[in-house]
């Protein structure tokens, strides 16, 4: 097993948790564009496609988010 400082430590997590914001930043960005989709599609399949996706990126935003 490795040892670490706590400088390294604290690098690490620090990256961890710039990883999570820019996953979150990111889907949030698609669930935005998704539910554009839906909104233009309506209930076409696409549309229906869309608004799973939108559903899908919000739940794992929420998820993330409790890591931060």
């Known amino acids: 097993m490795i040892n670490l400082t706590t400088e390294e430590k604290a690098a690490r997590y620090d990256a961890l948790q710039a ?16 539910l554009k989709n839906y909104q233009a599609y ?3 399949n696409i549309g229906a496609y869309s608004l799973g996706t939108a559903d899908a990126f919000g739940q794992a935003v929420e998820a ?4 931060v």
């Open 19 to 34: 990883a999570i914001k820019h996953t979150i930043k990111a889907y949030k960005r698609r669930r935005t564009e998704a």
């Open 42 to 44: 309506g209930a076409l």
């Open 64 to 67: 993330m988010e409790r890591w």
